[in-house]
């Protein structure tokens, strides 16, 4: 059971990045799935996350119009399209997929990716 993030790097303000997280060694059923971060000296926190069943989202005010999730689930890949990238963005993304309903907490997440590294820096 592996979740990979990777697509995480250096990249200019306002700038864009998309980070794709590849699930492999299950099977779930229509899970919910989400990306988190976690800053330096910072908890971690919920930036998006997608229910493949219905299609809900949730995104926090820090992302709104700026992130969006989506799936392939002919690939098992979600992804996190980041635009407008601004420096307190910078933090270690991760990924975490649960059977159920959408959650904002990264410890709801039964299966938990390593993560990959944003950093934003001129």
């Known amino acids: 059971v592996q979740l990979q993030a990777f697509g995480g790097g250096l990249v200019q303000p306002g700038g864009s990045l998309r980070l794709s997280c590849a699930v492999s060694?299950?099977?779930?059923?229509?899970?919910?799935v989400g990306w988190f971060r976690q800053a330096p000296g910072k908890e971690r926190e919920a930036v998006s996350c997608l229910s493949t069943n219905n299609d809900t989202t949730y995104y926090p005010d820090l992302a709104k119009g700026r992130f969006a999730i989506s799936s392939d689930s002919a690939k098992n890949t979600v992804y996190l399209q980041m635009n407008s990238l601004k420096p307190e963005d910078t933090a270690v993304y991760y990924c975490a997929a649960r059977q159920g309903l959408i959650s904002r907490n990264f410890g709801n997440y039964d299966y938990r990716g390593q993560g990959t590294l944003v950093t934003v820096s001129s």
């Open positions: 060694g299950f099977t779930l059923n229509r899970p919910a």
